[in-house]
T-cell receptor, first 114, second 113 residues
Framework: EPEVTQTPSHQVTQMGQEVILRCVPI?????FYWYRQILGQKVEFLVS????????KSEIFDDQFSVERPDGSNFTLKIRSTKLEDSAMYFC????????????FGPGTRLTVT | SQKIEQNSEALNIQEGKTATLTCNYT??????LQWYRQDPGRGPVFLLL?????KEKRKERLKVTFDTTLKQSLFHITASQPADSATYLC????????????FGTGTRLLVSP
């Protein structure tokens, strides 16, 4: 069964450093998402991406964040200058359809900022 | 303000019983509501989607109801098994184009043998 994959599974970085989290969505999906989950809290939407552009973003997704689909398979989330509060699980998701269709989540990248 | 509320206390039930989880929302008019399962340290896994014009949806041992008047969804697992132990998340599709999923905090279900 096709699945979303994410690398790395765990990333430790120092405050102020740049990180890139990578995702390979399901191959025939057209809509891509990033969510995050701070330990013990709810899953929060960051951004949605379609047709090589951001279609929606949350207040969390400020200028420190960017997304890219550099080739036909990868989808990346870059955090330019990490802060302690960026420590969280970051989940990539993809869906076939736009309008409220089910989303398929990857296993997540645990980001620890020290 | 907009809220999605799920019972934050864990639900403990015995194997074979029916588990019922509740999701209440305020200040949303969702066209769709979804339920996901999340295991510790893992990503959410899609279970069921129900539309506003559907009262009930079933999939194997799972059943979801959606009452837009009460602004509530109930999620049932019949003949529960220890393998059903997990956190169950309610999510509403929101935002322009309903792409953004807004999740509740989840309810942890523990099924004892």
């Amino acid at each position: 069964e096709p699945e979303v994959t994410q690398t790395p599974s765990h990333q430790v970085t120092q405050m102020g450093q740049e990180v890139i989290l990578r995702c390979v969505p399901i191959s025939n999906h057209l809509y891509f998402y990033w969510y995050r989950q701070i330990l013990g809290q709810k899953v929060e939407f960051l951004v949605s991406f379609y047709n090589n552009e951001i279609s929606e973003k949350s207040e969390i997704f400020d200028d420190q964040f960017s997304v890219e689909r550099p080739d036909g398979s990868n989808f990346t989330l870059k955090i330019r200058s990490t802060k302690l509060e960026d420590s969280a699980m970051y989940f990539c998701a993809s869906s076939e359809v736009k309008r409220a269709g089910e989303q398929y989540f990857g296993p997540g990248t645990r980001l620890t900022v020290t | 303000s907009q809220k999605i509320e799920q019972n934050s206390e864990a639900l403990n039930i015995q194997e074979g019983k029916t588990a019922t989880l509740t999701c209440n929302y305020t200040n949303y008019s969702p066209a769709y509501l979804q339920w996901y399962r999340q295991d510790p340290g893992r990503g959410p896994v899609f279970l069921l989607l129900i539309r506003e014009n559907e009262k009930e949806k079933r999939k194997e041992r799972l059943k979801v109801t959606f009452d837009t008047t009460l602004k509530q969804s109930l999620f049932h697992i019949t003949a529960s098994q220890p393998a059903d132990s997990a956190t169950y998340l309610c999510a509403l599709a929101a935002g322009t184009g309903f792409q953004k999923l807004v999740f509740g905090t989840g309810t942890r279900l523990l099924v004892s043998p």
